[in-house]
């Protein structure tokens, strides 16, 4: 059986390269494609040596830097993507890569991380976090997106089986798509992130963490520390918002950039506490930060809602002990 696996772009390990990561073990003799691929090399591990075919769009003018500008150009371009020849085709989807064309002697199942987001439920935040509210680029903006609706809903009848990576995301699923999913959760490592020793949580700072991009809502958690002057904040993460959100930040918080995984595991097992203000899909990383036995302060919505345990249900549950 020849299997080729879809993956939206390339660009950086975050929570959807790591899923793409457990497709590709599993289906060690898989085909990889991607609209680009600009993974540096030092981070490239988790491809495991694979060869990534790419899309006209990997010869694009700085695409590394700019791929979110060719998003209207995507569909197209993974429409491209040559699969003729494959038995199981099996797509990493965020936005556009299960829209991949497949016949009908061809089995199509997608993992979908998220409906593209920006598109639908969150359009409004997102045109107002990218100051494209009023004027001539915001009529632009919100033609692509009705365009990219469009295409979105039709390529859902493409796909066999829909897997989704929370039951938060099954619903948007099936609010945009009309179809039921499976949930099946992404992968933590939990060989890799667990408790420090005795005596090594300090207790000195809050930590956060995550790609630094305006639905992650780090300048949420920034504005609060500024609030707090007396508490430390460290921030692990890159990503198209940092400048800004650095750019004035308090002098309580620390920002560490881009960090490997055993760094940003020192800082959870140290940390008071994790913060994480998104409405996330699933999010991994506050599942990391418990597996090392740090509390979490999250968002009370999203995918966090089915990992994070919150205050009254320990409340109720530690009653019905006593109780009993």
């Known amino acids: 059986m020849k299997v080729a696996v879809v993956h ?3 660009t950086q390990i975050a929570g ?3 899923v793409l990561e457990e497709i590709l073990r599993l289906y060690p003799d898989a085909t990889l494609f991607a609209v680009i691929d600009c993974v540096p090399p030092e981070q490239r591990g988790f491809l495991q040596g694979r060869a990534v075919h790419t899309s006209f769009m990997q010869k694009f003018p700085f695409a590394r830097r700019f791929y979110r500008h060719y ?21 990493s989807s965020h936005a556009v890569a299960k829209g991949v064309l497949t016949g009908p002697d061809q089995l199509h199942v997608s993992y979908i991380h998220s409906p593209m987001r920006y598109a639908w439920d969150l359009q409004h935040q997102c045109l107002r976090e990218s100051r ?3 004027g001539l680029l915001s009529w632009l903006a919100r033609w692509q997106l009705h365009g990219l609706r469009i295409w979105d809903q039709r390529t859902a009848n493409g796909v066999d089986h829909m897997i989704a990576n929370s039951a938060f995301i099954a619903r948007r699923i099936h609010k945009i ?4 999913a499976t949930v099946i959760y992404p992968p933590v ?11 090594e949580r300090t207790g000195e700072f809050y930590l956060t963490a995550s790609r630094v991009v305006p639905h992650k809502r780090m300048d949420l958690i920034v504005e609060a520390f500024r609030q707090l002057p007396d508490r430390r904040l460290v921030v692990i993460g890159a990503g198209p918002a940092l400048k800004r959100i650095r750019h004035g930040a308090p002098p309580n918080v620390q920002f560490l950039g881009y960090q490997p995984a055993e760094v940003l595991r020192d800082h959870m097992r140290r940390a008071r506490a994790f913060i ?11 599942v990391e930060a418990q597996a090392c036995g740090t509390p979490v302060i999250a968002f009370g919505k999203g995918g966090v809602t089915e990992t994070v345990v919150a205050l009254e249900q320990i409340g109720a549950v530690n009653a019905s002990i006593v109780k009993a």
Not at 76 to 88: K, P, R
């Open 276 to 286: 994480f203000a998104a409405e996330e899909d699933f999010g991994i990383i506050p």
């Open 71 to 91: 998003l209207s150009l995507m569909p197209l371009a993974v429409e491209q993507l040559d699969l003729s020849g494959f038995d199981l085709v099996i797509s």
């Open 189 to 199: 490592d939990v060989g890799m992130f667990t408790p420090g020793a005795p005596g």
């Open 177 to 180: 798509y009309r179809r039921d």
């Open 132 to 134: 494209l509210e009023r």
């Open 16 to 18: 959807a390269e790591r």
């Open 8 to 10: 939206d772009w390339l």
